[in-house]
């Protein structure tokens, strides 16, 4: 069994491949990017990689050669991945990859959950349920490194967390049990033609993450309730884009666009992220990370 990591020099490609290190031996990986030099400490440890581009069709038929399960992570381009998975997807199976594992989001298949992310993430479903190997989709809830590493910054620095989540809840998990459950579906059997929601083990309003956040920190951090149009202003004004973009400015706190953002907020308060599951200890065999403990990893980290 060999098994491809897709964009494996991204962070969530990084964490998965060292967690399948410690499952199979580094001969079974292949790690494909676009970049294999960034990956050279890899094969000096007996990993294959191999160049991929998800924009060149015609390089990923002979990069998939001779692995038969592979993790498909989304890109980064929202709105115009779906062309980027299926050229990946297609030519997988052309290679003859029999099973494809893709990092997919909660309430992806509801078809009025108005989260814009949710468009790219169910189109590559129905794509692989088309494609001619098995599917597993990870549907993963809202990260809660976003809200240590992201959203806790932006709001201790501005002394006040302002969002349009309402009194929605989301089942926060960890991006470190995320990859866990990716390794878990690789290298176990069973998992084809199957979907998986993954979550942590509670569900929480934006009230409550400000309160640990308080709790950490030793000090309150205030909340305000505020309309769609108020979070686009609260966001255009630390230079957040409206739209995606494939060059981000690195000097904008937030990697994402606004739209998404605003339109995620809306699928939160409409309950579409209220959701828990028991994915990650069925998978992996070990109790989810609670969101407090992501939060006091990053809060060394936090500005004072």
Sequence with gaps: MAIIVSGASGGFGRAATEALLGLVPPEDLILTTRDPAGLAHLAERGVTIRRADFDDPASLV??????????????????????????AMQAAAEAGVRQIA????????????????????????????ECGAEWTFLRDNQYGDAMA?????????????QTNWGQGRVGFVARADCVACAAAVL?????????????????????????????????????????????????DAIGVPREASDDPDPNVPIPWCSDDMVT????????????????????????PIPLRAVLEAAAPRWPA
């Design 62 to 87: 002979q990069a998939f050669r001779g692995g038969t399960r592979m993790l498909l992570i989304s890109t980064a381009r929202v709105g115009t991945r779906v062309g980027q998975h299926r050229n």
């Design 102 to 129: 893709y990092t997919s989001i909660i309430s992806a298949e509801k078809p009025d959950n108005p989260a814009i992310v949710k468009l790219d993430h169910r189109a590559t479903e129905l794509a692989l349920m």
């Design 149 to 161: 590493d992201a959203a806790m910054p932006v709001a201790l620095a501005a002394g006040v967390w």
């Design 187 to 235: 290298t176990q059997d069973g998992h084809g033609n199957k979907a998986y929601d993954v979550t942590g083990p509670e569900a929480l309003t934006f009230r409550d993450v400000a309160a640990l956040a308080g709790e950490i920190r030793g000090r309150p951090l205030p909340t305000e309730d505020i309309s769609d149009e108020q979070n686009y202003a609260v966001f």
């Design 264 to 287: 995620f907020g809306q699928a939160i308060r409409e309950g579409y992220m209220d959701h828990v599951s028991d994915t990650v200890e069925r998978l992996t065999g070990r109790a």
